[in-house]
């Protein structure tokens, strides 16, 4: 291998090292062991707000984190999505306020959509 190539190996390999935090999926039920969500649905003029916390029961603060507000009919399908970020970040062992408008709906879903670890060595 020549100097070129041992130079892009090196590159990607350093560049792997810096963002294992960016790269991390999670399936939303396996989240539940890390937030928990207490929210409620309220009348808002023409529309409706979802509003609530959402809790940090892990043991490093979340950062840019999105909600997921499915609204759901009588028979509990999915017929539209809201995403909103909660302001700010969701200290360990804390919680967050948020309010996200919604369209109406004869009832909603929240969970955690995506988030990021600060304090674990990624960004």
Known sequence: M?????AA???SFLLGLG???LAQNYAPESLDRYFRVEWQSLRSGGGALVEGYVYNLHGYTAD???LRVDH???A???TGRTRAWIPGQVPQGNRAWFSIRVPPAPGYRVHVESFDWIGRGGA
């Open 2 to 6: 020549n100097t070129r190539g041992i």
């Open 9 to 11: 190996v090196v590159l």
């Open 19 to 21: 963002s294992p935090a």
């Open 72 to 74: 759901l009919d009588g």
């Open 64 to 66: 840019r984190m999105m």
């Open 76 to 78: 509990g399908q999915v």
